[in-house]
T-cell receptor, first 116, second 113 residues
Framework: DTGVSQNPRHKITKRGQNVTFRCDPISEHNRLYWYRQTLGQGPEFLTYFQNEAQLEKSRLLSDRFSAERPKGSFSTLEIQRTEQGDSAMYLC??????????????FGNGTRLTVT | GENVEQHPSTLSVQEGDSAVIKCTYSDSASNYFPWYKQELGKRPQLIIDIRSNVGEKKDQRIAVTLNKTAKHFSLHITETQPEDSAVYFCAASRWSSASKIIFGSGTRLSIRP
């Protein structure tokens, strides 16, 4: 399967701990997105990258959240000092985007975070 | 900011009947509208999308209609089958700049046998 890969699939952590998730996009995709999804809701936009550049970050995202895509390939999402409200499914998606040519988003299976 | 409203939140239809899910968007510059299907415990998957240069697109039992003036678009599923049971999300974005895609809150569709 050459789709979007996310690790780990599940993460249980205690409140106050830091966690880091990884996303490997489809290899030819230059855009990478992070979304958060809670039960009964649609994916909520967090941030996205074009190659290694972070182009936008949601205003709703606190300073405890940071994302990187250092070489324009895989990305990491770190949450510092986790809170119970951070419990959610964290979805990564990728797409190919070039002037006049865009592909739809392809999602990974997500990382389910539970903060106890 | 940009917003996508979706309704109904739940929908139950008899197998073989049609299902319609409706969405409205706030950003008048939006010109790309994908629909995703998410089965329990699985990733969202694209089922159909439409750009604002057309008013309707059809793919077998699935169709999407777009009313740019009203900033409204809908998903139509005909001859529903048990495997259509899932959560469906509409979304909107500016295709030309391929900016972030904003999703609706989802519709849980149940097909009654």
């Amino acid at each position: 399967d050459t789709g979007v890969s996310q690790n780990p699939r599940h993460k249980i952590t205690k409140r106050g701990q830091n966690v880091t998730f990884r996303c490997d996009p489809i290899s030819e995709h230059n855009r990478l997105y992070w979304y958060r999804q809670t039960l009964g809701q649609g994916p909520e936009f967090l941030t996205y990258f074009q190659n290694e550049a972070q182009l936008e970050k949601s205003r709703l995202l606190s300073d405890r959240f940071s994302a990187e895509r250092p070489k324009g390939s895989f990305s990491t999402l770190e949450i510092q000092r986790t809170e119970q409200g951070d419990s959610a499914m964290y979805l990564c998606a990728s797409s190919f985007n070039r002037a006049g040519e865009n592909s739809p988003l392809h999602f990974g299976n997500g990382t389910r975070l539970t903060v106890t | 900011g940009e917003n996508v409203e979706q309704h109904p939140s739940t929908l139950s239809v008899q197998e073989g009947d049609s299902a319609v899910i409706k969405c409205t968007y706030s950003d008048s510059a939006s010109n790309y509208f994908p629909w995703y299907k998410q089965e329990l415990g699985k990733r969202p998957q694209l089922i159909i999308d439409i750009r604002s240069n057309v008013g309707e697109k059809k793919d077998q039992r699935i169709a999407v209609t777009l009313n740019k003036t009203a900033k409204h678009f809908s998903l139509h599923i005909t001859e529903t089958q048990p495997e259509d049971s899932a959560v469906y999300f509409c979304a909107a974005s500016r295709w030309s700049s391929a900016s972030k895609i904003i999703f609706g809150s989802g519709t849980r569709l149940s097909i009654r046998p």
